[in-house]
């Protein structure tokens, strides 16, 4: 194959080589044309006759349509000069980019013609420029040694690159003389070639810390091209110090209230080391265990210890932290720091009051010094701030007693209970410690006080005292009493009753009391004019174990009403009637008094206050009435031309609201002188007023008739007066009541009515208001039996 191979050579002038291609020539037949360039050619250089060497005759190469196609790049590189045939380069060619490091670098082109159409294999090989120097990835590189590294260690360097190839590309390394190194180069053939620095003495920092190296990496071109790098070796320090602490122990206080992240201390260890061996991170160690990683935090490059949550003196007081210094050291060497927090005691923590045993409720009667609660007071605090005082409000019953052994308090009486002054207690115990500031706490113990039948009922008034009505309806109730209990449920329950024992039976038989509400009920009816007042006592019992009971006197005043109508007592007739017949001289001279109708009315006030007025007249010139004592006087001298008789009807009407009357008539019959004068022995005759005590003259005449008679009388008046009253004068001045005790006695002696005036009627006044009329007009015979004068018996 003499003419397989192509051959290229250099044709410097015009970098082209022409190819002589023995297997074209001699064949004629479809063979290779190849063609050398040198890459980085200038654009336009030839690089042969294309159509020469396809044998293409000149001539006749216009007809021919002579073009290429490169295979396998995107843009043709060469073009072929259709007037000629020659082929030139068209584009930069750089061999580093179309082939890397492969070589031979070969460009396939088809020569393709027309007429016929013919196609010829060109082969156009690029030949290498060395157009690039050897190249360092980085200008610089830093290697580190440590000062004990052995003769003979071997530092790989990074290579240096050189795109070229065959003798443009990288050949040798060089390195900068020097002392400690030596270049070694691992040969690794296509792949290049690694560089070594070789200890080759033995470093030392302290003479020379740094060394800086030059290597330099050369290609074999001409002019040969070279890359540099700067080697600085550093010498490093041997970690053969280990930090230390600058304490053996540390000793930190601190309050266990101190707020998270409170700066405790700064563990401060040195390392003699330099760089990292001399630079020391601390750790907490045993943190797991003892739980301190929890509590405290450790900045691992400055040493400062801080707290991190909260602490507890109650939980632990001490804790002894082991800290760990280690430099940074390859080879790490470290010390144990040991801190020892100790923590203090903070009053944070209130007393506690446990109350263990409690009795709520305490009879009132309960003895001073009966146990309520039983409390235990605690405090988790230590020293003073643990140290506990119980208190009680100072205006309670109610004491605390401490034990012998302080250990526990008990809540006392102190004095005797009243359940109706307090009926329950809320009682606030505070627990306070002596810490400063102190802390307390407080408990509320609710105390009930139970009822104890301790009160008696009370009546709402003592002496109780009614006013009622005289006819009142029987069966009727005419009054309550009421009486109170301050206790509780059956003992506050009061039912009444009439104290039959100690009042009396003739009074407390008509009455009946309910048992329940102590409303009183008569089943009789009251009559003023015999009886005025009664008294009786009545019992409130409650309901309680044993009964308390409470004693109230009522006192009942029966009030008139004016169911008495006025009794004529003179005149009267011997049939009774209320008549009588009136002599007078006719020589008597205007104002004689002619006589006086007398009255009375059983009730007393208005009731019994009565008005005389002349109802029928004969000759109202000539008697006229008093409308107030009833007297009848003449109003003229008589005349001859008077009638010798003459009758007058008198009314005689109490002031009651709805009064009554009564009438009385008077026959007057007009006498000559001595007529008159006999007349005057006989008893009806009317005299001066205060010669007429006709019940006096009565009496000592009846006393002179018959002893036996007058005690009989005496007897029947004491009879008569204990019937109607039985009270002593000293109630009627009490009650300022108008009461005569025995008003009168009527007796009949032959065919005349007399009137026998009791002992007491001069005691006591006889209240009429608005008037100065008495209410019981009766002859009057207290002027001789007392010496007394009443104003209106005129
Ligand atoms: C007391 O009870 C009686 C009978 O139940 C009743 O008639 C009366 O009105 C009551 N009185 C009062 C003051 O409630
Ligand atoms: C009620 O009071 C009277 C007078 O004080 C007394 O005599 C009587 O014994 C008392 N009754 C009762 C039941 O206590």
Redesign the pocket.
Known sequence: MACGKPRGRWQSARGVLRVSCLLLLCAGVSSEIRYTLQEESKLGTVLGNLAKDLGLDSTALAGRNLRIVTIGTKQELFQVNQREGALFVDRRIDREELCSRSSPCLISIKAVVENPLEMQQVVVEIVDVNDNAPVFIDERYHLEIVEYAVTGARYQLEGAHDPDVGSNALQAYKLSPNPFFRLETDDLGDEGKIPFLVLQKALDRESSARHDLILTAVDGGKPQRTGTLSITVVVSDVNDNPPVCGKQKYTVTVKEDAPEGTFLMRINATDSDEGVNGEVEYTLRNAFRNGASELFELDRGTGDLRIKSGLNFEEKQVYDLKIVAADKGAVSLSTQCNVLVKVEDVNDNKPEIDITSLSGRIPEDAPPGTVVALMGVTDLDSGMNGKVVCSLPKDIPFELKQSSDSSFYSLVTKEHLDKELTPFYDIAITATDLGAPPLSSAEIIHVDVIDINDNSPVFLQSPYIFYIYENNKPGH?IF?L?AVDVDEGENARVSYSIDRLNSDQSVTSFLNI?E????VVALKSFDFESVKWFQFHVLATDSGSPALSSNVSVKVFILDQNDNAPVILSPVSANGSAEGLEEVPRNVNAGHLVTKVRAYDADIGYNGWLLFSLQEVSDHSLFGLERYTGQIRTLRPFTETDEAQHKLLVLVKDNGNVSLSATATVLIKIVEPKEAFAASDVPNAVKDEEDSDVTFYLTITLGSVSVLFVLSVIVLIVMQCSKSTHYSSKDLQDTNYDGTLCHSIQYRSGDKRYMLVGPRMSIGSTIVPGSNGNTLVVPDRRSRASGERTHQSK
């Open positions: 109730s309550s009421s309910n329940a509400n102590g409303t």
